[in-house]
Nanobody
Framework: QVQLVESGGGSVQAGDSLRLSCAAS???????MGWFRQAPGKERELVAR????????YYVDSVKDRFSISRANGKNTVYLQMNSLKPEDTAVYYC????????????WGQGTQVTVSS
C-alpha cells in the first residue's frame, strides 16, 4: 500500500517562500502526483499536478507564476515550491498520487498546514 508523507508547511509572512515535500513509500507506479489545498469553509482544490510520464504540469490560475511543482529524479517524490505567498494561500495542503490504472487520485498524504499572515 502506498503511503505519502508530507513535510515543509509552516507559518510565514506575505511575500515569503515555502517548499513542501512529499515522499511516497511502497512500490507503486504513478500516472501523476499533485498538490491539493483546502482552506476553512472552502472545497478542496487542485493546486498543481505533474504527469510522471512526460513531466507535463498544471497549475490553478491563482498560483501560476508563483508556485512550481517538481520531482526528484528517479524517486516518487514531489515538491511544491511556493513563492510570493499571499494570505489567501493559507490552507491545509495535501499531496496526492494517481497510480497507473486508476482514474482518480487514490493515495493521499495527511496534510500540512500553511499559514500566511499579512
Amino acid at each position: 500500500q502506498v503511503q505519502l508523507v508530507e513535510s515543509g508547511g509552516g507559518s510565514v509572512q506575505a511575500g515569503d517562500s515555502l517548499r513542501l515535500s512529499c515522499a511516497a513509500s511502497g512500490r507503486a507506479f504513478f500516472y501523476a502526483m499533485g498538490w491539493f489545498r483546502q482552506a476553512p469553509g472552502k472545497e478542496r482544490e487542485l493546486v498543481a499536478r505533474m504527469r510522471w510520464a512526460n513531466g507535463e504540469t498544471y497549475y490553478v490560475d491563482s498560483v501560476k507564476d508563483r508556485f512550481s511543482i517538481s520531482r526528484a529524479n528517479g524517486k516518487n517524490t514531489v515538491y511544491l515550491q511556493m513563492n510570493s505567498l499571499k494570505p489567501e494561500d493559507t490552507a491545509v495542503y495535501y499531496c496526492a498520487a494517481q497510480q497507473v490504472g486508476s482514474t482518480q487520485y487514490n493515495a493521499w498524504g495527511q496534510g500540512t498546514q500553511v499559514t500566511v499572515s499579512s
